[in-house]
């Protein structure tokens, strides 16, 4: 019995002390910020590794989620003799939840495990120490630019999905099932609204590319120096990030949508 | 690994389109290219029962938009729903006896507020009030009077 119950405060204490050196790292990053201003060209890098190289999945993805969900909604909507709603249905669903976290959900597969397994490899290899012994801050140096080019890479990234989803959408709607392409375009400007469903997307876009690439740069910083270790860490980049997009989105519907 | 050049570039090309699809949501998606808020001017008209319209919903002239409601309040006083309509500033020729009255988009779409001009030579300006306006129906209410006539009927 008191067996089971230290392993649970064990595995309690674990979580809050990983928290708190997250945390932390967190504030070593922004303090980073700064410096980072000063030297673009390290950003652009990271920008071009984060962002350009996940541009081609997400694209392709938006495209098929946006078609998928026009024929789908097609055959229910046409039950009701309502199809004269799907496009405001596609953008809406699009805006509102996928466009965001099936972005994030791929930018932590894509672009997250990327970032944990190149600074963990960093790690492995000592160029994180050997950066340290040359007096500069492998925090600053190397995390912060990633960091920071996650952070504007996933809300770009969502954009592009949600526009992508919504001219897919389109394509299956109006180019083979029928829809008539002014109705698509008007009821889609008449219910969608710019303030409720537009930026509370982006709201959301934000706050899981915050979240995911913070998770991915800790869990690179704080692998264990090996193989095994940067596996593991890997996968947990990826485990972690995706439940804490699902979870942080119900919390985020529940409070932007009344 | 690339040249800083082509890098630049690509990234470039990425943020781009980025904004371009943002752009592409803001004015074609959604209502933020069809919306004048600051253009228009505000006129009230008080309804008896409102049923169930909404702030934001059309305020439409023979079928054409020309404005939203800004606002719906409660006047104590006279039990009546105050309705505030927003109305697109280039619509400035609105006679002031005009007659508005809520309307269902739809058997079961969202009620508007529909205009029929009237014949007064002066027109609706900002802080004008509707006179004559017709309620929502509701549709117990409806069924209520159509029950009372069958009713009437049977007992002469």
Redesign the interface.
């Known amino acids: 019995m008191t067996e089971v119950l230290a392993r649970l405060g064990a595995g309690w204490i674990l979580a809050v002390r990983h928290l708190g050196r997250s945390l932390l790292l967190l504030l070593r990053i922004l303090e980073g910020v700064d410096e980072l201003l000063l030297r673009p060209?390290l950003l652009?890098?990271q920008?071009?590794s984060v962002?350009?190289l996940t541009?081609l999945i997400i694209a392709v993805s938006g495209l098929f989620v946006g078609m998928v969900l026009s024929l789908q909604g097609y055959y229910i909507l046409s039950q009701f003799a309502a199809e004269s709603a799907l496009g405001v249905m596609v953008?809406a669903s699009l805006?509102r939840e996928l466009g965001p976290v099936v972005t994030a959900l791929l930018f932590a597969g894509r672009a997250g495990s990327a970032l944990t397994a190149e600074i963990g490899l960093m790690k492995a290899t000592e160029q994180l120490s050997g950066l340290e012994m040359m007096a500069v801050d492998p925090v600053r140096r190397v995390l912060t630019p990633r960091f920071v080019a996650g952070f504007i890479a996933m809300p770009?990234?969502a954009?592009?999905f949600?526009?992508?989803g919504?001219l897919g959408g389109w394509f299956v709607g109006v180019g083979l099932l029928g829809v008539d392409d002014g109705t698509w375009?008007v009821q889609?400007?008449?219910r969608?609204?710019?303030n409720e469903?537009?930026s509370n997307g982006?709201i959301k876009s934000l706050v899981f590319g915050f979240v995911c690439t913070w998770i991915a740069v800790f869990q690179g910083y704080n692998s264990v120096p090996t193989s095994a270790g940067v596996s593991r860490a890997t996968t947990r980049t990826v485990v972690h990030s995706s439940l804490a997009v699902l979870g942080l989105d119900f919390v985020l519907t529940a409070l932007m949508f009344k | 690994m690339k040249t800083?050049k082509t890098?630049?570039i690509?990234?470039g090309?990425?943020?781009a389109?980025?904004?371009?699809?943002?752009f592409?949501?803001?004015m074609?998606?959604?209502?933020?290219?069809?919306?004048d808020t600051s253009d228009t001017f505000e006129v009230v008209a008080r309804f008896d029962n409102i049923g169930s319209l909404k702030v934001k919903a059309?305020v439409t002239m023979a079928g054409v938009e020309v404005g939203r409601v800004s606002s719906i309040g409660f006047d104590q006083e006279r039990y009546q729903a105050v309705v505030k309509l927003a109305i697109y500033r280039r619509f400035d020729r609105i006679p002031d006896d005009t007659f508005a009255k809520i309307l269902t988009a739809g058997l079961l779409g969202e009620q508007y507020v529909g205009l029929d001009p009237g014949g007064s030579d002066t027109f609706l300006e900002e802080g004008s009030e509707i006179e004559i306006t017709q309620s929502a129906m509701v549709l117990e209410e409806v069924i209520g009077q159509f029950i009372f006539g069958k009713a009437k009927e049977e007992k002469q």
């Open positions: 060209r652009v890098e920008l071009f962002g350009v541009v953008a805006l770009l990234l954009a592009l949600s526009a992508l919504v375009w889609m400007q008449a969608i609204d710019w469903d537009l982006v | 800083s890098v630049e690509l990234v090309a990425f943020v389109a980025a904004l371009l699809a943002l592409f949501l803001a074609k998606v959604s209502n933020l290219g069809t919306l059309p």
